[in-house]
């Protein structure tokens, strides 16, 4: 693992990987090398041993975002995000929270609130799954761990986090951490219907105002065009967002809200997902099945009859399959390198979410947006500004074949994703680089 002043570079995209320890220098003489002895060196100690060898400039960073554990796009945006800070030389954490007091929970029984919280814990390690299996095989689908196991794993190699803390973030939490500063985002991070109980906490309500004024949010997603928040929430929002040293958002129209309701002025900045490339993304893949480009690849967060028809339709017409991705047939979800080779590899994809759209454009795919007013068109909408693809992401209702991507297309999508990629690559150095600076003026 080699380390520079600018960029630190992890072998394979795997940050739990183990190493053993000495400072030295590579073969050019010049960049000094970090060898780490376990995880918890990775985890903790990694801006303490810099610092030891003179280099100073290495961020502690916490994440708050959106990672949930049944989510693809949500697992790869905080994925995409924490490999670019590393690839800066930082260490980056997504900030694990509870916000909500067991008190207010509801249990059918106390067997269902020990699960519960082995489920959070994650006290059900790998032996206790087998033993499971073994003695009441049943048992492995009932429970949430297992479905999610394969996400689990893509969580432990790719992301960082904290330890799990309690009812929301207390300031005895912020001391313990120990975060140099803290991005906001991405994802629906910033929609009140999804976090109505701990929206304040995703503005940075439980920092101190120092450390507040040298935070800043990527890409936060209101995912919605109209305003959501009640009013005192609106006003408790504006004071805490008058602190961040810059801010950003993931849909064009949240600049609008984010300037009228919380009176900030804010920069469209693109889905983490974009700031890495297809090559990237292909090197996270599974390896390539024999049924390439033999089938329509389906992912909908929301399935309906009509929309099952309309693929069946959309399939006998190219007269290819139909691939589900998702939900496999032994009520597990697939894993995300096999969910990344399933759109790689399809003659099309048929998607209602937002990352189903974003990483058929990244692989070059055509497809068929099927838009998803619940979860937020806004998102949509923002896509069709992003690639001037009107014709793709509000198709007409009866439309059943996807819009065939020309070449001319496909290059005019590569080169707005690569200029989206350094717009995104280049607000973080910036705004990291003056987090840096004011840290170093608080010191003074």
């Not at 906001?184 to 976090?195: N, T």
């Not at 329509?296 to 017409?317: G, H, M, P, S």
């Not at 597990?332 to 969910?339: I, K």
């Amino acid at each position: 693992m080699t380390l520079s002043i600018t960029k630190l570079t992890f072998n394979a995209l795997n940050p739990t990987r183990r190493f053993t320890l000495d400072k030295n220098t590579s073969k050019s003489g010049t960049d000094p090398i970090i060898i780490l002895k376990s995880r918890k060196d990775l985890t903790y100690g990694l801006r303490n041993r810099m610092l030891d060898i003179g280099i100073s400039n290495v961020m502690r960073i916490g994440i708050i975002t959106e990672d949930s554990k049944a989510n693809y796009g949500g697992l790869l945006q905080a994925a995409a995000l924490q490999k670019v800070l590393r690839d800066m030389g930082h260490d980056p954490h997504s900030v694990r929270k509870e916000a909500e007091e067991f008190s207010t929970r509801k249990f059918a029984s106390f067997k269902q609130f020990l699960l519960y919280l082995m489920d959070l814990s994650g006290l059900y390690t790998f032996r206790k799954h087998l033993q499971d299996t073994v003695k009441h095989p049943s048992r492995l689908l009932g429970n949430s761990f297992c479905k999610c196991f394969e996400l689990h794993l893509f969580r432990r190699r790719h992301i960082r986090q904290t330890p799990w803390l309690r009812n929301g973030i207390t300031i005895s939490d912020v001391r313990k951490l120990d975060f140099d500063t803290y991005i906001v985002g991405s994802d629906q991070i910033w929609r009140y219907y999804y976090h109505p109980n701990d929206i304040l906490q995703s503005y940075l309500s439980f920092l101190p105002r120092e450390i507040r004024q040298r935070s800043f949010s990527y890409a936060a997603s209101l995912g919605v065009s109209s305003w959501e928040y009640p009013p005192e929430v609106t006003e408790a929002c504006k004071k805490l967002l008058a602190d961040f040293s810059a801010v950003s958002v993931r849909e064009y129209s949240g600049v609008s809200l984010i300037r009228e309701h919380l009176g900030r002025e804010a920069e469209w900045m693109p889905d983490p997902t974009c700031l890495l490339t297809r090559e990237e993304y292909g090197e996270l893949a599974a390896p390539t099945t024999e049924l390439s480009e033999n089938y329509i690849a389906c992912y909908c967060l929301d399935y309906t009859e009509a929309i099952a028809r309309k693929v069946q339709a959309l399939a006998e017409r190219l007269g290819v399959s139909v691939k589900y991705l998702g939900w496999q047939s032994d009520g597990r979800l697939q894993s995300v390198e096999s969910w990344l080779r399933d759109i790689r590899d399809a003659r099309c994809v048929v998607t209602d979410s937002f990352h189903g759209c974003m990483f058929s454009l990244i692989f070059g795919k055509e497809f068929v947006c099927l838009g998803n007013a619940e979860r937020g068109n806004a998102r949509f909408d923002t896509l069709e500004e992003m690639f001037d693809m009107k014709d793709v992401f509000h198709p007409a209702p009866d439309s059943v074949l996807p819009v065939r991507i020309s070449e001319e297309r496909r290059k005019m999508i590569n080169e707005r994703l690569a200029a989206y990629r350094e717009r995104g690559l280049d607000f973080l150095k910036r705004n990291l680089e003056e987090a840096a600076r004011r840290k170093e003026s608080s010191h003074e």
